[in-house]
T-cell receptor, first 114, second 111 residues
Framework: DGGITQSPKYLFRKEGQNVTLSCEQNLNHDAMYWYRQDPGQGLRLIYYSQIVNDFQKGDIAEGYSVSREKKESFPLTVTSAQKNPTAFYLC?????????????FGPGTRLTVL | QKEVEQNSGPLSVPEGAIASLNCTYSDRGSQSFFWYRQYSGKSPELIMFIYSNGDKEDGRFTAQLNKASQYVSLLIRDSQPSDSATYLCAVMSGGSYIPTFGRGTSLIVHP
């Protein structure tokens, strides 16, 4: 089955810890994205990547880091510099330059700071 | 700043009725429009997309686009309790592959 997987589903972080959220896709999509969603809020873009070894900051990149070493994978690290990381994190992917650049989402990771 | 506005709701409709969800956008260069459904605690799933002015139908769902008035709407016919969710509107400008999302409208379909 083709799709986007995220792990873990739930993640708990202690103050001062860095944690890494996994995102993998087997859709052969070029672009991958990370969003953050807070209760009652829309999706806010953290980072995005159109090609391997290249990525761009979104609207709220501070306190986060990413890598894109493989087309299929786009992990997100939430660093200790992110002061309010409790949120629902969504990874998405899309074709770029096709008839449709529709984004498809993974199931999400819910991060809670203890 | 590109903006996409949606009434947060909740919009409450009886089972079997037509639910009408609206979305307005600020960027006149917008070319692609998407509707996602998000159940509580789950990730967004694509319902449909539209590029051209007019209506696009897919089963019980109809997307309507009016670029002159800068709005896009989603009609859900024969609403079911299982349609109760938050509906996100997303708009993409020409030459961009990054959509701007609205905050979503909560829909409640009561029996």
């Amino acid at each position: 089955d083709g799709g986007i997987t995220q792990s873990p589903k739930y993640l708990f972080r202690k103050e001062g810890q860095n944690v890494t959220l996994s995102c993998e896709q087997n859709l052969n999509h070029d672009a991958m994205y990370w969003y953050r969603q807070d209760p009652g809020q829309g999706l806010r873009l953290i980072y995005y990547s159109q090609i391997v070894n290249d990525f761009q900051k979104g609207d709220i990149a501070e306190g986060y880091s990413v890598s894109r070493e493989k087309k299929e994978s786009f992990p997100l690290t939430v660093t200790s510099a992110q002061k309010n990381p409790t949120a629902f994190y969504l990874c998405a992917s899309s074709i770029v330059g096709g008839h449709t650049d529709t984004q498809y989402f993974g199931p999400g990771t819910r991060l809670t700071v203890l | 700043q590109k903006e996409v506005e949606q009434n947060s709701g909740p919009l409450s409709v009886p089972e079997g009725a037509i639910a009408s969800l609206n979305c307005t956008y600020s960027d006149r260069g917008s070319q692609s429009f998407f509707w996602y459904r998000q159940y509580s605690g789950k990730s967004p799933e694509l319902i449909m997309f539209i590029y051209s002015n007019g209506d696009k139908e897919d089963g019980r769902f109809t997307a309507q686009l009016n670029k002159a008035s800068q709005y896009v709407s989603l009609l859900i016919r024969d609403s079911q309790p299982s349609d109760s969710a938050t509906y996100l509107c997303a708009v993409m400008s020409g030459g961009s592959y990054i959509p701007t999302f609205g905050r979503g409208t909560s829909l409640i379909v009561h029996p």
